[in-house]
């Protein structure tokens, strides 16, 4: 499937561990969209470097 300007777009299946190319899947299955395949299979790093940065910075304010 493609996205707006007729590029496409990535997801990764948290399921499946699998990167799929338009609405394969359930929303309540995938991240994304990315624009690049590499984008969506680094998405679990991302979400967890995002995450710890989260956890870090409301550690700093609670002290």
Do not use: C, F
């Not at 299955?29 to 956890?55: C, F, I, N, S, V």
């Amino acid at each position: 499937m493609a996205g707006t300007g007729g590029t496409e777009q990535y997801w990764y299946n948290i399921v499946t561990k699998t990167v799929e190319t338009g609405h394969q899947s359930t929303w309540q299955d995938r991240m994304g969209p990315y624009a690049t395949r590499e984008e969506a299979e680094q998405a679990l790093l991302k979400a967890r470097a995002r995450t710890e940065a989260w956890d870090d910075e409301d550690e700093r304010y609670q002290r």
